[in-house]
């Protein structure tokens, strides 16, 4: 053990000769830096208890590549722990993509449920032990919502649901879920169809059915935003299942989308209902319904009402979509890097590990989805789910 300790002296003893001039070298400016019996460098420091002070109390000069730094200490530590592997699992962020301008469906204005988001929740425990399950039809562009009740999750099920939903609102031209079973059985089967004949015959177009990257939830917010108020009635009050989501839908339906004013001479906030129905009655006599230009007068101020409802919409709500949260700086993923594949069900460690194989920007340029290869297979996931491990590049 003394020829030990007696080599690793020497060995301390030629590294400081060959990095520093000695007690009075200008890299020790701020420090107390003496030389001992062994002539070795040492600091002196005021964690270690005077009664305890010998020869090896203080910590040994070395300059910043070497065994043990003490100048320039965190960076050198930080540089040896960069590399690591295993550090880096645990130590990698996810990217961040600035949030880009809303996508031409959540804008548009037009017919009620034109472009459609859909999703389920539940279940509902009723008597008699059975469960039930919520089928939740938003309107992407003025915010309503139309409830279903389903008896399972089945696409047949969900097939039922949508009959209804279409039968009292509508038949949208898009929808968007997210990658449910149910949702992309529906969506498989209706595309087994000949939509050619279909389109002929019928003079119907093809419902066009788009999935959030999977577990991009965010990505349906304009839906996700519902269920949780749905959810929040239904914890507050109980009665008939049917009956009961008649009522949640007519309270949610009736929510303001603008600024409530206590000023009576100001106008009535807008609310789903207004922008989905036809505009309630127009107060004429029952003997004009039957008389042609009474009908055709009455056609008009629906018309006109409906445009002014529009017009308010356009410039009172879709005025306040703007962004309120700070900016983040954004990481542009790059093809080739490697990453982790975030999972919100599992623990870190067993993320798996992949290569960025493709990137797929958006209409503003940015990209927040990536094709991702794994020992188990091709992904797509979104940039936020990424958590790169190499050192980006300047």
């Known amino acids: 053990m003394k020829e030990m300790r007696l080599s690793e002296e020497k060995v301390i003893r030629l590294v400081q000769q060959c990095s520093f001039e000695g007690v009075k070298d200008k890299k020790f400016k701020i420090l107390r830096v003496y030389e001992d019996e062994s002539g070795l460098l040492q600091v002196k ?122 039968a009292r609102r509508g038949r949208p031209s898009a929808i968007y879920s997210d990658n449910g079973l149910n949702f992309v059985g529906c969506k498989n089967l209706f595309s087994s169809l000949d939509w050619n004949k279909i389109v002929e015959y019928g003079a119907i177009n093809r419902i066009s059915w788009k999935f959030n990257p999977p577990t991009a939830c965010w990505w349906g917010g304009f839906w996700e935003r519902m269920i949780g108020i749905v959810k929040q009635l239904l914890r507050s009050v109980l009665g008939s299942a049917r009956t009961l989501l008649c009522d949640v839908e007519a309270v949610v339906n009736n929510r303001p989308l603008t600024y409530v004013s206590e000023d009576d001479d100001e106008l009535v906030p807008l609310t789903p209902n207004k922008l989905i129905s036809n505009c309630g009655n127009s107060n004429l006599p029952e003997a004009d319904d039957v008389e042609r230009d009474s009908m055709v007068t009455r056609y008009r101020n629906m018309q006109a009402c409906r445009n002014e409802l529009r017009a308010r919409f356009t410039k009172e709500y879709l005025a306040m979509l703007v962004h309120h949260r700070k900016a983040k700086k954004s990481r542009r993923i790059e093809v080739g890097e490697i990453v982790l594949i975030g999972n919100d069900q599992k623990k870190r460690i067993s993320w798996p590990l992949g290569k960025v194989e493709k990137v797929l920007p958006r209409a503003d340029g940015q990209v927040r989805v990536a094709r991702v290869k794994t020992s188990s297979g091709v992904f797509l996931r979104p940039v936020p789910r990424l958590f790169p491990l190499e050192i980006e590049q300047n």
């Open 45 to 166: 420091c005021r964690f270690v208890p005077v009664e305890k002070v010998d020869a090896h109390s203080f910590p040994i000069v070395m300059p910043s590549n070497g065994v043990t730094g003490i100048l320039n200490s965190r960076r050198t530590i930080r540089n040896e722990i960069r590399p690591c592997a295993r550090c880096r699992r645990f130590r990698a962020q996810p990217c961040y993509v600035e949030e880009g301008p809303l996508p031409k469906d959540r804008v548009r204005v037009g017919p009620a449920f034109d472009v459609t988001g859909v999703d389920m929740t539940g279940p509902l425990h009723l008597k008699g032990n059975k469960k039930y399950w919520i089928a939740i039809f938003t309107c992407a562009t003025y915010r309503a919502i139309h409830l279903e009740l389903c008896t399972s999750l089945t696409t047949e099920t969900f097939i039922g649901a949508m009959r209804r939903f279409v």
